[in-house]
């Protein structure tokens, strides 16, 4: 069966980088767009950008176009996200999801990895 | 961009049916039939209920439709179960990006 799971919480300094893991199983990895989108408490569900595993092609939302990273490993059948230069307003439960098709449809979801941006 | 426009809280009771609203513009809601539809329960990830507008995937309940006019999307839920109540998000394509919605809480009285 289709599985996302994703690495576990952290906690980090403001002005440090995080990276979240996103490790896919029961599919053909190279075949769906991976999308990251975060859940925080002051601006809800937000979509940060996509990594295609196939071609390693990006898109970064244009808030997060400076900060974010996206990457993968198609070997491990693992997508990795990274935001650096964290804020408070960073602290969130960051997923990765799966799209099937080219139209919104995201399928599979990750469990969620909380970042807390604390000093 | 702007996060699309949901009201905060909608409720029914067991059985009955219950609408939530989704407004964008003509950049996203409008101008795409690429809404989707997620329920989020506590503590848990968003699962998908309705793509492309009115689609349900395969094991959703067909108590759950969907539909569009002009530039807001609607979420049905008819005959009400208590496992319903959850948070409900929308989301919408525009300009190479996507967008969701504040989310709506449904409460099964």
């Known amino acids: 069966q289709v599985q996302l799971v994703q690495s576990g919480a952290e906690v980090a300094k403001p002005g440090a980088s995080v990276k979240v893991s996103c490790k896919a199983s029961?599919?053909?990895?190279?075949?769906?767009?991976i999308h990251w989108v975060r859940q925080g408490p002051v601006h809800g569900l937000e979509w940060m950008g996509w990594?295609?595993?196939?071609?390693?092609?990006?898109n970064y939302a244009p808030k997060f176009q400076d900060r974010v990273t996206m990457t993968r490993d198609t070997s491990m059948t693992t997508a990795h996200m990274e935001l650096s230069g964290l804020r408070s307003d960073d602290t969130a439960v960051y997923y990765c999801?799966?799209?099937?098709?080219?139209?919104?449809?995201?399928?599979?979801w990750g469990q969620g990895s909380l970042v807390t941006v604390s000093s | 961009q702007s996060a699309l426009t949901q009201p905060a809280s909608v409720s029914g009771s067991p059985g009955q049916s219950i609408t939530i609203s989704c407004t964008g513009s003509s950049n996203d809601v409008g101008g795409y039939n690429s809404v989707s539809w997620y329920q989020q329960h506590p503590g848990k990830a968003p699962k998908l209920m309705i793509y492309e507008v009115s689609n349900r995937p395969s094991g959703v309940s067909n108590r759950f439709s969907g539909s569009k006019s002009g530039n807001t999307a609607s979420l049905t839920i008819s005959g009400l179960q208590a496992e319903d109540e959850a948070d409900y998000f929308c989301?919408?394509?525009?300009?190479?990006?996507?967008?969701f919605g504040g989310g709506t809480k449904l409460t099964v009285l």
């Open positions: 029961g599919y053909t990895f190279n075949g769906y767009i």
């Open positions: 990594v295609n595993p196939d071609s390693g092609a990006i």
């Open positions: 989301s919408s394509y525009t300009f190479n990006s996507w967008l």
């Open positions: 999801t799966r799209e099937d098709g080219h139209n919104g449809r995201f399928d599979y």
